[in-house]
């Protein structure tokens, strides 16, 4: 309502998050994973032409289960630069609580 009152555009994307959830456990624990990955090149093919490449991706996953309820954290972040120019630039971060979740379908 906000957007369209001020005449701003905003840009949405559909997430199916369900696809990145850890596999349920039914020990009452902390599951933590992340992933870091770098990428650096600068090889050129001539030198009035260079090619330098820099690059990275951060993944962060974790969830909590305690008691009764859970705790989810799924966060994805990536970079990549060619030459001088942003190539690529994303991220998401999304957090849930699941409560009651071993009694799903019971009232």
Known sequence: MIAMAVGETAYGQILN???LRMEKDTARHFQFKTTFG??????????DDPVNL???????????YPN????????????LKINDEDFLNFGFV??????LRDRKGQL
Do not use: K, Q
């Open 38 to 47: 770098l990428n650096v090149y600068n090889r050129s093919a001539g030198v």
């Open 54 to 64: 820099f690059g990275y991706n951060l993944d962060v996953n974790a969830i909590y």
């Open 94 to 99: 999304h957090s849930r609580v699941n409560f």
């Open 17 to 19: 998050i369900e696809r």
């Open 68 to 79: 009764e309820h859970a705790y989810v954290f799924v966060s994805n972040f990536g970079y």
